[in-house]
């Protein structure tokens, strides 16, 4: 019977022995550093050596009576019969030959790192919680047990162990372990490993998977300056990076989306014995930086891909992994110091899918926002709790099932109170922290980094919490009504005709990775400008020219952590596209150039120096009369690089582009000229160009714009107004705009009978197929080659083809 094992003699078949978290370690020091993934050395105290703990001083059957009692939705019982265990545990004694056992081992562990030519006789060492039950296959156990940083010196390692063995019954650990029906008797084991200097460089969480949507082709990485104890905490916010999996195992710049995170401290070695971390300040120059390279980016990345390959063949199946990872600044190494498999999305069946929509027919502004974890919608009773201190808390009328929990960070302490709530909105934390985790386990929609939560609601307040629109979560005031569309992806059949999805917004793009889709039929540059660019390209473009000091200062807020106002347009407009095309490769995914009219032009930051005043912008200066033109040519050529980037640099070869509201061949030739200057070429590494069939003379020269292109794609809105020459954004003709009437119909008959003539591809973009089921089968009869639609209309339009594709 083995009391401590090196991390060397540890594998993955030891869990009863070592437990989930140092099977973990053991195992990838023994088979994944000779791949060239750094795991720093240790020893474990086995199980083994836990019980022969609590044998030494009689606590098994006290421990086992006090758990028997505790009922865990009385918190006042649970808190104090916790403390109570705790106490029994931080006042037994080691058994003089382990204790023996415990410190031979950190000296040998210390002896084997050198400092300034002599070996350490005291190294700093973490002290790791692993309990049998923690980070298996089906069960997270996230955050239970407890991890302690820079501890130093034998009296010191000692303590942490045995308050790693205590924190097998924290409040938290107890109710988790009775909310899933966990009876068996637990066993913990501690890993005393040496620390990596991450307090002088940076650490953090990495996913192979996406932790919202379960998207499983990208690998999501939190990294934060310092220990990354504070990210876990949800302290600040992470700069995060998103890669994706099949261009980064090709040798690409994998790397589809990155963010700035508002690193505003970071924790660091204390300054005394007493004093083992603290919080310091980050200075503003690293504030603004991301604090790993691309470089760096793509090594983690890399490991990680090792790693879940490697767990997948272990477990005999697909196994994504959730891992922490720290940068040693004294050696600038990176090293990875704990991985184990993902639980909450490797789970699920992706193809049930619950969509929650707002009704935003009504005035619904929303009072508060920040990072959204999950992707419901609740309605509840607000809550502002400031600690856990409060004995308040614990009585169940201040706190009632259902209700959301305001407050300013959760740690793993609060649990039980999470397990009641309704929702959690807090002024820290990120996608990546105790909370989110925690939130995204329990199936509770969570509003975290908010910044202001608890200052701008109150007690009592009545609101509405919706993690359902992307990225960004909002809160509503009072009651708003939302729906829920239950989808079993299974059961939509199979057709012939290619159903494509309209995508606008990135931050929801990879809700739709598992829908039985051929790609995107279109992505609308203009989104991405005007939410998440926000500045007019010329603005950018000519920033060191603008004399309107209040621009110039919002441009430069929005640019923090960019070389240039250019390197921020394209990097933006990089990372929107990316995140779409990602989620559908290698499935086409057609990205139409900007197409904004020059009134909404004018109201992006900067717009009103650049935009002419037209009488009638919708017939105006848009689409490809603007990319040519002597005052917009470079603005366009910023699209036309974002574009190349994504094609030839990060192997998103799947992107197709579109040219919008092109009038005449002439014109369209005159964009390949732009175009050509940029990088862009039809043909070269297999670049598509289609064109939108929007304008009638789109259809009249159909035969000549179809020797040019590689496709049509039907814009039903346009063709509609400057078929049946009205103005649809008037409300005094809206009662003639109709997609239905049949010239439109005659229009779009003519434009897929001379594209399927002269074999070019031809689908619809429109809204129409998306309103109106007839509509699409309309088109199918036709012999349309793919309909787009939006991802809401998706079971009614494929079953209506479904029935006209097998009316006979």
């Known amino acids: 019977m083995s009391y401590i094992l090196k991390l060397s003699d540890v594998n993955i078949g030891l869990v009863d022995t070592v437990g989930g978290k140092n099977a973990s370690l053991g195992e990838m020091f023994n088979n994944l550093t000779n791949k060239g993934i750094n795991v720093p050395d240790g020893f474990v105290v086995t199980t083994h050596a836990y019980d022969l703990f609590l044998e030494h001083n009689n606590l098994a059957d006290k421990i086992d009576d006090i758990v028997n009692s505790i009922d865990i939705d009385d918190l006042i019982s649970l808190r104090r019969n916790g403390l109570a265990i705790r106490r029994l545990i931080d006042d037994g004694e080691f058994p003089e030959d382990l204790e023996n056992l415990i410190s031979e081992s950190y000296v040998e562990l210390s002896n084997n790192y050198i400092v300034d030519n002599s070996p350490q006789m005291a190294t700093d060492v973490a002290v790791r919680s692993s309990s049998t039950a923690e980070d298996l296959q089906d069960a997270s156990f996230a955050g239970q047990q407890e991890t302690y940083l820079n501890i130093r010196g034998k009296h010191q390692v000692i303590s942490a162990i045995k308050n790693c063995f205590a924190s097998l019954y924290t409040d938290r650990a107890i109710s988790y372990r009775k909310e899933i029906n966990y009876t068996d008797r637990l066993s913990i084991s501690v890993c005393v490993q040496k620390m990596v200097r991450s307090d002088l460089a940076a650490s953090g969480v990495a996913f192979s998977l996406d932790p919202e949507t379960g998207f499983n082709k990208v690998i999501v990485i939190n990294g934060i300056w310092g220990l990354g104890e504070l990210l876990v905490q949800g302290g600040v916010k992470p700069d995060e990076f998103i890669l994706f999996k099949p261009t980064l195992r090709k040798g690409y710049n994998a790397i589809i989306n990155k963010s700035l995170g508002n690193k505003t401290h970071n924790m660091v070695y204390g300054t005394n014995p007493d004093e083992k971390v603290k919080l310091i300040s980050v200075n503003s120059e690293k504030k603004d930086k991301l604090c790993l390279s691309e470089d760096q980016v793509s090594q983690l990345g890399n490991w990680v891909l090792i790693i879940e390959e490697y767990y997948s063949d272990i477990y005999g199946s697909y196994t994504p992994v959730d891992i922490e990872w720290a940068i040693d600044g004294i050696t600038d190494k990176l090293y990875i110091v704990q991985a184990r498999p993902e639980t909450v999305h490797s789970q699920k069946n992706n193809n049930i899918v619950n969509e929650y929509n707002i009704n935003k027919s009504i005035d619904t502004t929303h009072i508060i926002s920040g990072v959204a974890v999950g992707d419901k919608v609740v309605t509840g009773t607000v809550r502002i709790i400031d600690t856990l201190d409060d004995r308040g808390l614990f009585n169940d009328i201040i706190f009632n099932n259902g209700d959301i ?35 995204r386990e329990m199936g509770i929609p969570a509003l975290v980094g908010t910044s202001n939560c608890t200052t701008l609601l109150k007690s009592g307040d009545i609101i509405t919490l919706s993690c359902a629109e992307g990225d960004i979560g909002y809160v509503y005031e009072g009651v708003v009504e939302y729906s829920i569309n239950k989808l079993n992806l299974d059961n939509i059949p199979k057709i012939n005709t290619n159903i494509m999805l309209n995508i606008a917004s990135p931050s929801i793009a990879f809700k739709y990775w598992s829908y039985p889709v051929q790609g995107v039929g279109l992505v609308r540059e203009e989104f991405i400008i005007n939410n998440f660019i926000k500045a007019h390209p010329s603005a950018l473009l000519n920033f060191d020219k603008l004399t309107d000091a209040e621009l110039k200062n ?44 020059s009134n909404e032009y004018y109201n992006l930051l900067g717009g009103k120096y650049y935009e002419p005043d037209e009488e009638n912008p919708m017939i105006g200066w848009r689409g490809a009369s603007r990319y040519y033109s002597d005052n917009y040519i470079e603005e366009f050529g910023l699209e036309c690089k974002a574009i190349q980037i994504l094609r030839d640099v990060m192997g998103l070869t799947n992107i197709i582009v579109m040219i919008p509201f092109c009038r005449t061949p002439t014109e369209l030739l005159k964009v390949y000229d732009i175009m050509g200057r940029y990088g862009l070429i039809r043909g070269k590494n297999k670049l598509k160009v289609y064109v939108m069939c929007e304008v009638p003379s789109n259809v009249i020269l159909a035969e000549e714009f179809c020797k040019y292109v590689d496709g049509f794609s039907i814009g039903s809105n346009d063709l509609t107004q400057l078929t049946l020459g009205l103005d649809r954004d008037s409300s005094l003709v809206s009662h003639i705009y109709n997609e239905q009437n049949p010239a439109v119909k ?15 591809k031809i689908g619809i973009c429109g809204q129409a197929p998306s309103d109106y089921p007839e509509f699409a089968q309309f088109l199918v009869e036709e012999g349309i080659d793919s309909i787009s639609i939006t991802p809401d209309s998706i079971v009614k339009t494929i079953n209506a083809v479904y029935d006209i594709e097998n009316i006979n």
Do not use: Q
């Open 554 to 597: 919002d441009i430069t807020a929005l640019i923090k952590g960019y070389n240039s106002p250019t390197d921020y347009f394209i990097d933006k407009l990089v990372c929107g596209l990316a995140r779409i095309a990602s989620t559908f490769y290698p499935n086409d995914v057609i990205v139409r150039f900007s197409d904004f009219k």
């Open 746 to 760: 005659k229009m779009i008959s003519m434009a897929i009978k001379i594209c399927k003539k002269n074999n070019v």
């Open 405 to 439: 929990l305001v407050t300013d960070v959760t740690d793993p302490d609060w649990e039980p109170i999470i397990r009641k709530a309704g929702g959690i909105i807090t002024n820290k934390g990120a996608r990546t922290c105790h909370c989110a985790i925690i939130a």
